[in-house]
């Protein structure tokens, strides 16, 4: 197995903003006297894009003609959060700076909009690392389909075999399956049956790249 580039995911891989997203959800919602929880979140909307969000609570409470608005003010609470609290996930900037070194081509492929990710490339300052930088919003559907991730393949001028991709949630997983790329899970219920078929699964990034520079499974091509 040849590795040239390795995509990852952004929240929950590179930023702890799973909190963040269900903090936005549920303050955007109590201005429509909804009340939602952080599991209900974690449950129906992890790992979605922005529309597909607002579309899952329009249609679970009914909300009639609010869509947009409810994106507009998730996404307000979303940027505002990581732009005041945004922490790096453990160990990220050391794998990030592993895979470079290596010889690897980095790429992000997200759900977020582009408001969000320059929100957290501003906060954490990872502009230098990524080669391309993919959104799902520019794409006809989001994770689990694999869109995103056969768009970034294809900014790459890559083969979906020589890109190994590392994700967090299921419809991520998923996503990159279904795109035909190796996936790297990295989360804290990573051994749950969901993630069958991942290439490795850990409970951390240090776990992963400990486990990667351990190894000779990902061979590479250094760029020249």
């Known amino acids: 197995m040849h590795i040239k580039a390795v995509i990852f995911d952004m929240d929950g891989v590179i930023i702890d903003s ?23 979140c974690e449950t129906l909307t992890k790992g979605k894009r922005l529309d597909e ?8 409470f009914d909300l009639i003609g609010v869509s ?3 994106e507009k003010k998730i996404i307000a ?6 732009s005041t609290h945004g922490e790096p996930m453990q160990g990220i900037y050391a794998a990030l700076t592993y895979f470079q070194q290596q010889g690897y081509r980095l790429a992000l492929a997200t759900s977020s909009s582009h408001q969000v990710i320059d929100a957290v490339f501003r ?24 869109a995103v991730y056969l768009a970034t393949a294809s900014k ?24 035909g790329m190796k996936t790297l899970v990295v989360t804290e219920d990573c051994h749950h049956d969901k993630f069958s078929g991942a290439l490795g699964r850990y409970y951390s990034m240090p776990a992963l790249l400990q486990a990667i520079i351990a190894s000779t499974v990902l061979q590479h091509e250094p760029v020249a």
């Open 18 to 40: 799973e909190t963040f997203w269900q903090q936005a959800q549920i303050m955007a919602l109590a201005d429509y006297d909804v009340t939602v929880n952080a599991t209900e």
């Open 77 to 82: 609470h979303v940027t505002a959060l990581i």
């Open 123 to 146: 906060k954490l300052g990872l502009w230098h690392y990524f080669e391309v930088i993919s959104s799902a919003d520019d794409e006809a559907h989001g994770k689990p389909h694999p």
């Open 68 to 70: 947009s608005q409810l």
């Open 156 to 179: 790459l001028h890559l083969p979906v075999a020589d890109c190994l991709v590392i994700e967090d949630s299921q419809s991520g997983f998923q996503a990159a399956q279904a795109a």
């Open 53 to 60: 969000i607002a579309r899952v609570w329009c249609e679970k």
